[in-house]
């Protein structure tokens, strides 16, 4: 059983258009990252949100951590195909270290 | 500065054989994590060290894995006999410090891919 629920699990969009995937679980987190992997590579860390309703941006991409500490999202505006890959969210909730859900695959068509 | 290196970057071998793989973190990272990936799945972590003391392997399945950090640097991971279910991506990771609440940085290194036969 998935401690963290992502979805969706497949997204395959066009160049240019706008994404959101999500992350949820029924635990509170003290803190939540998003990482980003690529085939044969070990995930690289996006961003780590820690306060409820907290919002962080990078670049195209838009973070939020839910009001609740519970939820995350990942906004991405006008796609491109170097954003292709499996995205990650991994919460921490003391005393245990993170853990990972299963992954958005996302696939950016030129 | 050098990422975390894993060794080898693909392994295939027959059920009931052995296996290991090694990994060297980032120096000064002080945290060594080992997960494990199965395809379509999210990284399960198998054993974390905070130098060379063990400071979480609940999800370690310990009848036929094991792993060791000696010195606080380089680390093993053992699988004993192995198993089909045990092909999957091997992945080490190395964080400078844990800091309760706040979140760390996990650097990864590329990953071993285990194919059990």
């Known amino acids: 059983t998935q401690l963290l629920e992502q979805s969706p699990q497949f997204l395959s969009i066009q160049e240019g258009e706008n994404l959101t995937v999500y992350c949820n679980s029924s635990s509170v987190f003290s803190s939540l990252q998003w990482y980003r992997q690529e085939p044969g590579e070990g995930p690289v860390l996006l961003v780590t949100?820690?306060?409820?309703?907290e919002v962080k941006k990078l670049k195209r991409l838009t973070f939020q951590f839910g009001d609740a500490r519970k939820d995350s999202s990942l906004h991405i505006t006008a796609a491109q195909p170097g954003d292709t890959g499996l995205y990650l969210c991994?919460?921490?909730?003391?005393?245990?270290?993170?853990?990972f859900g299963a992954g958005t695959r996302l696939t950016v068509k030129p | 500065e050098a990422g975390v290196a894993q060794s080898p970057r693909y392994k295939i071998i027959e059920k009931r054989q052995s296996v290991a793989f090694w990994c060297n973190p980032i120096s000064g990272h002080a945290t060594l994590y080992w997960y494990q990936q199965i395809l379509g799945q999210g990284p399960k972590l198998l054993i974390q060290?905070?130098?060379?003391?063990?400071?979480?392997d609940s999800q370690l399945p310990k009848d036929r894995f094991s792993a060791e950090r000696l010195k606080g640097v380089d680390s093993t991971l053992k699988i004993q006999p192995a198993k089909l279910e045990d092909s999957a991506v091997y992945l080490c990771?190395?964080?400078?410090?844990?800091?309760?609440?706040?979140?760390?940085?996990?650097?990864f290194g590329p990953g071993t891919r285990l194919t059990v036969l």
């Open positions: 990771a190395s964080s400078f410090l844990r800091l309760a609440g706040g979140g760390h940085e996990q650097f």
């Open positions: 991994a919460g921490e909730s003391l005393p245990r270290d993170m853990r």
């Open positions: 949100v820690v306060t409820g309703g």
């Open positions: 060290f905070q130098n060379n003391g063990v400071v979480d």
